[in-house]
């Protein structure tokens, strides 16, 4: 260890947990000390994770148990240390692979995530403040839009609805806030998700939620903050990729019967092939 710090190598080392053998010489050791192969987790958080998403990530990485993330999240003390206005750090994680050295703490590999995601919105701060919002705000119209949209050109379309019906004080009616936090929403959503009452629900609150729904990558935060210029209030799905908009009502109606005898075309086309298909 003399050469170790004869050569500078000791002010070079990380800290962290490192894999050593047995049969190694003290320069092997050396060597993986001064490159700084420190045993680490990979956590992938993918755009649209929400937070029961993440903390299995989180858990399969061993970095904590799906328990102990929850309660981090949602902590009082934890949100003011970070400074979020939010019931949780819900939103405020940016999607990415992180690299966590193994031994540290949750709230610091937490606490790195939130940076990242700070960030990446410092590229919009100024526009925020020019249409007037706030931080929470911006994700959490962001978030919305990364659970809507499946292609990235719809992004500022659907943004645009939601602003424009901000602006005209109607209610957003945005489908995945009606089933945060009591539903999966991989599944269907169904008149009866529609109709529960939430702090979350946009079909029965004003505005926009108390919080973002999901962790939204910076295709979406961009579209929350530079919305199309197009006057759409509605927007129905097509199939599993695109929306058709409208402006009023009448059109949208228009536009939801067409899917709704779509979908119908769909099962009767797909009862009547398993028909045949018994048959033979």
């Not at 400074?83 to 940016?94: Q, R, W």
């Amino acid at each position: 260890m003399i050469w170790g710090r004869a050569s500078g190598v000791d002010r070079r080392i990380r800290a962290g947990y490192y894999s050593i053998w047995d049969n190694m010489s003290p320069f092997d050791i050396l060597a993986i000390l001064s490159e700084g192969q420190i045993i680490a987790h990979d956590i992938r958080i993918v755009e649209g994770d929400s937070l029961p998403e993440i903390a299995h990530a989180f858990a399969e990485a061993g970095v904590a148990t799906k328990e102990d993330f929850m309660k981090l999240a949602y902590d009082p003390d934890f949100l003011a240390a970070h400074d979020i206005d939010a019931p949780s750090i819900e939103g405020y994680i940016f999607p990415d692979t992180y690299r966590i050295p193994k031994g540290v703490p949750l709230e610091d590999a937490v606490g790195l995530m939130i940076d990242s995601m700070r960030e990446k919105l410092s590229r919009v701060t100024e526009r925020a403040k020019e249409i007037g919002m706030t931080e929470n705000q911006v994700l959490t119209l962001a978030s919305i839009i990364e659970k809507e949209a499946a292609v990235d050109s719809e992004r500022p379309l659907i943004s645009a609805v939601y602003h424009n019906r901000l602006n005209r004080k109607m209610p957003l009616q945005a489908d995945p806030t009606a089933v945060y936090g009591v539903k999966r929403p991989s599944g269907k959503i169904t008149r009866s998700d529609l109709e529960r009452k939430t702090p979350y629900n946009t079909y029965f609150i004003k505005g926009l939620p108390p919080g973002p729904i999901a962790s939204p990558g910076m295709k979406s935060i961009y579209a929350a903050v530079y919305p199309a210029d197009v006057p759409y209030l509605y927007f129905v799905s097509q199939d599993d990729h695109v929306h058709h908009f409208s402006t009023t009502l009448a059109e949208h109606r228009k536009a939801v019967k067409l899917y709704r005898e779509r979908e119908e075309e769909i099962k009767n086309s797909v009862k009547e092939e398993g028909t045949s298909h018994g048959a033979s």
